[in-house]
């Protein structure tokens, strides 16, 4: 009978542990492949992998986002993981070089759906395709200039020296302003046959219908199996010679100035200087993780093959750290015909941050593009982190005290409202902190202060807040799951177990006690 009441008392505990284990349980998938490099015409294997799934629980798991034409997948999806098997290994083969431009259609967005009501975020996997072959595309005879109401002929030429045949050769064209003549140049082949491997596109038409001025010409040149190109040029449109006219007395001459009735055009309005300041707040930069443009100029003014997560990680810690400590001040003036920002930033933070990184977006109401943009950056490497236009600068070093000035010009009159939309971020690889300040932790801790999560600052001078837990704060991380407090869980379920336990005890010890016949019972012969 003992025997039968223990096993009960362990199946009882057992059920408890487990509901217990299983209550606090949180799944993440954070685990799965952030970045895959695969060659075009072969395959590459993807880990899909998540953690906290317990007992019954299924994870199925959807894969959205990717363009079909470049990225393909080869097992099934979706798929489910369990307990038994958390992590699935997917396979994609890449089918065209033809994304190489547009990272958002080689990225694979994960997401998991649990059969109960946990929410699992979900993950990306950025596929970068590579290939032995490339293009190069130019523009010939470039620049080009021509008089208004003139012909002109724009000609782009895609040449390789690949041993095999180019296929799907796309010229992807944008003018700025607008020329709608120039036109995309699709579905296009170069035969490793051929004697000079090059192909060419040329564009003819009548410069009447467009304005006096600079136009821009870009051509981002992509194909099924080889490394993709870009080329850019300008097509200035001088205005025709007009002789200026008066009228005296009803007779046109060639002649300037007013006689008597005489009616001459007036000149060109000149619009008044312009001049603003402003203060911004720089906030800690966050476009990093999303951003593969942004990540791509780091690396190469860092001199980086590839930025991992973890480096990643420290360039978002030391933004959130150093912005603080750098006071931002832009001026905008116009005259004479020009617009000009100019951004001042000062640094009065301690120690010395090594390879600090200016990200700037600068917005379409100041330039359409970076080729219309004059940029001084004394000291700066400055990388064109996207024609749109977007820069990164990179200063060696940068100490308490230090000021640096990036100055932007254009050659047209902009509203000084433009300082209003210019958007900041601050990166940098390493920050030195001077001996004479002690560390009160380790960089990158976590702990828990009350019901508040706290990391140590990069340079381990402070504690700073990084989330107010919900429902409270154990083991250096929030408590996801609602209900108790982990204290007060672990309390109730010792006071659970204290109880079952001396239950079971106090029934074994009755029951022994009925089993043993008393004196009085042996006299009057019970037993």
Known sequence: MERKILITVIAILLTVFLS?????????????????????????????????????????????????????????????????????????????????????????????????????????????????????????????????????TVILEISTTATVDITDVDADMTTNPSISSITDWNDNTIYSSGAQKTIQKSWTFSTSDLSPGTYHIYATVTSQNAVGDQASTTLTITPAEEEAQTTTGGATTGETGVTGGAIMAAGPTVSPEKNATSKPTLVPGIGLRENTKLQKAIEKVLGLANLSEQAKENLLRLSESITPHVEAKRNFRYSDGKSVIENHYTYKGKGKVKNFM????????????????????????????????????????????????????????????????????????????????????????????????????????????????????????????????????????????????????????????EKIPSAAALKIGRF
């Open 20 to 152: 217990f284990s299983s209550a606090n349980a949180t799944i993440s998938c954070t685990n799965t492949e952030s970045t895959k490099t695969i060659a075009v015409g072969e395959t590459g294997t993807i880990s899909v992998s998540c953690t906290g799934i317990t007992g019954d629980t299924v994870v199925t798991v959807t894969a959205a986002g990717y363009d079909a034409n470049c990225l393909s997948p080869v097992d099934t999806i979706p798929f489910s993981l369990r307990q038994d098997s958390p992590s699935a290994q997917i396979t994609f083969e890449a089918k065209s070089m033809a994304c190489q431009y547009n990272p958002s259609d080689r990225t694979i967005t994960w997401n998991f759906q649990a059969n109960t009501e946990e929410s699992i975020s979900s993950q990306q996997t950025v596929v970068t395709i590579t290939s032995p072959n490339s293009v190069t595309a130019s523009f010939l005879n470039a620049p080009y200039t021509v008089t208004q109401g003139d012909s002109v």
């Open 358 to 513: 200016i990200y700037e977006k600068i917005p379409k109401t100041f330039a359409e593009s970076a080729d219309n943009i004059t940029v001084t950056a004394p000291g700066a490497t400055i990388e064109v982190v996207e024609r749109d236009p977007e820069y990164l600068f990179l200063y060696s070093e940068m100490s308490e005290g230090d000021e640096i000035v990036i100055t932007y010009t254009v050659e047209s009159e902009v509203d000084e409202s433009v300082l209003n939309s210019l958007e900041t971020e601050l990166y940098a690889q390493s920050l030195e902190i001077p001996e004479q300040i002690s560390q009160i932790c380790k960089p990158g801790e976590r702990r828990c202060s009350g019901n508040k999560l706290e990391e140590c600052s990069p340079e381990g001078t402070e504690w700073k807040l990084i989330e107010i837990c919900q429902y409270g704060c154990s083991e250096n991380t929030c408590v996801k799951v609602p209900g108790a407090q982990p204290g007060m869980i672990t309390i109730i379920i010792i006071l659970i177990v204290i109880g079952i336990t001396a239950g079971v005890i106090a029934y074994i010890i009755k029951s022994k006690r």
